[in-house]
């Protein structure tokens, strides 16, 4: 497990986070990263979680690290820009994620990236997981739009999904892995969960039969009208046709 320290001559420290507050958010990323890792939802050092602070600087689990693994003292802060602050462990390789969804997001606190085995599949198989299929799915994350490939650990990832992230909280990277973003660690947990169990769900059915159809319009709108007497929120690309046709 990385303990490396991150390199920050120009690093400062800022105020306005209280240490019960930083304390609490380290144990919230180990209990999230263990709960990935037990679900297979990242395996060896893949993935990484963050969540932001009352004064915007950002916890984030450290380079090279087993998620399921973590302990409090090995999560790292970091500022908008990435850059660790104080004597903390070197960042996560793909900072530059998290720090694109909270520039682009001013509402979320936690980002979630991992690579869910039959989500990842369909993107190498081209399967559009923004079909409407499963009307929990509808009416929560709604579809999940497909961002076209990019270098991992490079700021061609941040730009790739920058877009798609103003309108959906389920992003899925093409070739590589998710990103899941949400008012907490457990929300963004949760859009990851379903968005897997969707995958696994459209696997097997393409197995089954070689394909599927969607729900019909007058359906998936009759399901959209439900969100708001469930008092749903969140961003969902069903309700705002943003990255679809017509």
Do not use: W
């Not at 520039?103 to 559009?128: F, Q, S």
């Not at 998936?220 to 705002?240: D, H, Q, S, Y």
């Amino acid at each position: 497990m990385s303990t490396a320290r991150g390199n920050t001559p120009h690093a400062h420290e800022p105020t306005g986070a209280s240490e019960d507050e930083m304390q609490r958010g380290r144990r919230a990323l180990c209990e999230i990263g263990k709960l990935c890792y037990s679900r297979n939802l990242i395996v060896g050092a893949d993935g990484n979680l963050s969540m932001r602070l009352s004064d915007n600087t950002i916890l984030i689990t450290p380079a090279g690290a087993m998620k399921g693994f973590l302990e409090p003292h090995h999560i790292t802060r970091v500022d908008m820009a990435g850059r660790v602050i104080g004597d903390g462990p070197r960042a996560s390789t793909e900072t530059g994620i998290h720090t694109t969804a909270y520039t682009v997001r001013p509402d979320i606190r936690a980002v979630v990236h991992a690579h869910p085995p039959h989500a990842v599949a369909l993107t190498l198989a081209d399967v559009d997981m923004q079909m409407p299929i499963i009307p929990e799915v509808v009416v929560t994350i709604g579809g999940i739009p497909t961002a076209n490939y990019a270098t991992p650990g490079t700021h061609e990832l941040g730009d790739s999904i920058r877009d798609l992230l103003r309108c959906s909280d389920s992003v899925m990277m093409r070739s590589h892995g998710s990103i899941t973003v949400g008012d907490n660690l457990m929300d963004a947990f949760k859009k990851l969960d379903m968005l897997e169990h969707t995958a696994r769900i459209l696997y097997m059915t393409h197995t089954l039969r070689g394909g599927l159809d969607p729900l019909p319009p007058e359906a998936v709108e009759k399901l959209l009208r439900t969100r708001k007497i469930l008092g749903v929120t969140g961003m969902n690309t069903l309700e705002n046709r943003c990255g679809l046709d017509g």
